[in-house]
């Protein structure tokens, strides 16, 4: 805080904690060694969760002054706010109290009350805690050493805690408590069941409305009332659970995405390739995934005495692709793509509409390549990934470039410093001459390289994680590939896994909300309806119909004995992007009245010039308007 007060008093005003030497620490705590300093504000991930843990403080204070003698266990930050169990005795917690507690935080918050920070010895804890009779936090006791433990006190709230938290509770301006629930001790449904509270908070009331409007919005955009308004996907007990079952509509959708991606991926020297969905055990074994990923993959199915598992990943298959015939530097990069089918062992608790299924379908390739090729490969990944993001009208996104932890070589990574180091700043050199936005995060490298989330934000401003990009040091030595280099010497590839469009189940749910199922013209199921006034003008009708199938275009007529105000009403309903009314008028100067899903009326215009646009906004795959145009 003094860092930062020697910067100026506005800074000094936003900083919620310090990041010292890759740790989170609170503001005012004293630095006795020199270490590397970074000074966090609500714009950092790490501040943020500081500041929703030091609401969960906030709260327990207020709900300790409501219910006296209330016993906490923990009260950790999640993705987007936090909670605290708690053990209220025989008392119950119900929605109707939450406001009364968010009064209580906001007068408490107001105080300014500072989080003080406390080493204290393990038989001082252990006392303190006794004397409080609080065995939730004598268990977490036992757990801990003489020397790293700390009481935060702030207004009349004490809590056992490692930190770190916020300067002081004025921070906190706007505070929603979300839901109640109940929380098995532990996660253990043998232990008592707890009571858990969630919240968010924010420092500006102004921030709190906002999210809390996007969150009404987003349940107005739920990809799973979406997907059943619009006939996209649906779901069967008998199927199973997690086992998405695409109707027409959204088969539609996945062809139109297949095709951009096919187009995308010649037009970049791919190749495309077709593996079956099940292998036998011994290739998992060789690539690692079993015995270590078996959990997450369908148990075996055994045949003639050898075991088949479905796919869990396309890598492995694409892998022997390569290795099929004989290598040499000039087949390299070796570009092979698929959109594969996988099978993932999601437990049912889990699943969650097309978000996290048991049956995916991948945009999958794998670029096999020398050192050499590898960084302008790995950039054209990342323009494909811009490429993609134009044409879906995503204007936020961030790559989260995972790196690994030197000290770790041989256990957590694979143990290849050279290869690390020179991988990880080519990566880096290209984000940064490619002006993509990215974070670096430590330690969170795949074993066999480093590795790139792409996250992006929905035009309601929701984060998801599109998928990861891979940089692989490790597989290729593991299916033992290799090529012949220049110098007639057997090397082993570079391998880069990537996945810019996810899978369709992610990405269709992700284009769900962002669209508000509004798609644009060339992905949309149905493009035109044509709606005629009355009977009179169904020839008429059908002469726009053919006239249009000729060119593509998905089109259907209303032929119901319907109003034509009803009509539109419904097409509306469907999200069908274009409506062309026809009646006498039309149909004496061979014309069409246009209307346009969220624009309304577009007047009207002689059939063909229609044609010719609409087969152009097609072709360009254009539609950024429409991504922002929302309800
Ligand atoms: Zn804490
Ligand atoms: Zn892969």
Redesign the pocket.
């Known amino acids: 805080m003094d860092v930062a007060k020697s910067i100026s008093e506005g800074l000094a005003r936003k900083v919620l904690a310090a990041n010292i030497n890759g740790e989170v620490w609170d503001a005012s705590r004293p630095i006795n060694d020199d270490a590397s300093l970074k000074l966090l504000t609500w714009d950092d991930t790490e501040a943020k969760s500081t500041f929703w843990h030091s609401t969960a403080h906030l709260m327990a204070e207020a709900v300790e002054s409501m219910f006296p003698g209330v016993k906490f266990w923990v009260g950790p930050a999640i993705d987007k706010g936090f909670y605290y169990d708690m053990d209220l005795g025989d008392r119950q917690m119900s929605e109707d109290d939450l406001a009364a507690l968010e009064k209580k935080m906001a007068e408490l918050a107001k105080q300014n009350n500072v989080y003080q920070r406390k080493a204290i010895s393990k038989a001082d804890a252990v006392q303190y805690f006794a004397e409080k009779g609080d065995e939730y936090k004598l268990d977490l006791l036992q757990n801990l050493n003489d020397g790293e433990i700390t009481l935060y006190t702030q207004g009349g709230f004490t809590d056992l805690c490692r930190g770190p938290h916020i300067p002081n509770t004025g921070f906190i301006k706007a505070v929603k408590l979300t839901n109640v629930a109940g929380a098995y001790w532990k996660g253990d449904e043998k232990n008592k069941q707890l009571t858990r509270v969630y919240g968010v908070s924010f420092p500006a009331q102004k921030e709190l409305d906002e999210y809390l409007a996007m969150l009404e919005e987003a349940k107005k955009r739920d990809h799973r009332k979406l997907g059943k308004e619009l006939s996209i996907f649906t779901m069967d007990d008998d199927v199973g659970q997690g086992l998405p079952l695409w109707m027409p509509n959204g088969t539609i959708i996945i062809e139109e995405l297949e095709r951009l991606a096919k187009e995308t991926e010649s037009a970049a020297g791919y190749k495309r390739v077709v593996t079956p969905h099940i292998a036998k055990e011994s290739m998992y074994l060789t690539s690692g995934h079993l015995p270590y990923y078996a959990d997450s993959m369908f148990p075996p199915m055994e045949l003639d005495g050898t075991k088949y598992y479905l796919k869990a ?3 492995p298959h ?1 892998h022997k692709i390569f290795d099929a015939e004989q290598k040499s530097y000039k087949d390299l990069p070796y570009r092979i793509a698929e959109y594969g089918t996988c099978y993932r062992y999601e437990q049912s608790g889990e699943l969650f509409g097309l978000m996290r299924v048991r049956c995916l379908h991948m945009n ?1 390739a ?1 670029i096999y390549c020398s050192k050499e090729q590898f960084a302008d490969e790995f950039r054209a990944v990342n323009d494909m990934y811009i490429k993609y993001f134009k044409i879906f009208g995503i204007d936020k996104y961030v790559m989260r470039l995972s790196l690994h932890d030197p000290a770790k070589l041989g256990q957590k990574y694979v143990n290849e410093p050279e290869l690390w180091k020179e991988t990880e700043s080519m990566v880096r050199n290209v984000l940064i001459e490619s002006n993509i936005p990215y974070v670096e995060v430590q330690d969170e490298a795949a074993f066999y390289g480093p590795k790139i989330d792409v996250q992006i934000w929905s035009a309601i401003g929701r984060e998801f994680t599109l998928a990861t990009n ?1 940089v ?1 040091f490790n597989s290729g030595n593991k299916f033992k590939l290799s090529y012949t280099n220049q110098h007639n010497a057997p090397e082993v590839p570079l ?1 880069i ?1 990537r996945a810019p469009l996810g899978t369709h189940e992610r990405f269709i749910g992700f284009l769900l909300e962002h669209y508000a199922g509004k798609f644009p013209v060339w992905v949309a199921p149905l493009q035109v309806k044509i709606l005629p006034i009355s009977d009179k003008f169904m020839d008429y009708a059908n002469t726009i119909l053919q006239t249009l199938k000729k060119s593509d275009i998905r089109v259907e007529i209303d032929d119901r004995q319907e109003k034509i105000g009803r009509k539109i009403r419904d097409t509306e309903m469907l999200k069908v992007p274009y409506m062309l009314v026809v009646g006498e008028k039309e149909m004496n100067e061979g014309k069409v009245s246009i209307r346009r899903q969220g624009k309304g009326d577009l007047g009207s215009k002689a059939l063909d010039e229609f044609v010719n646009e609409i087969v152009s906004e097609i072709k360009e795959r254009r539609g950024e308007e429409t991504a922002v145009a929302s309800s």
Do not use: A, E, G, V
Request: net charge negative; charged share 20%; hydrophobic share 20%.
């Open positions: 990943m396309n890598c694409h999958d794998h891979q692989d391998i896994h």
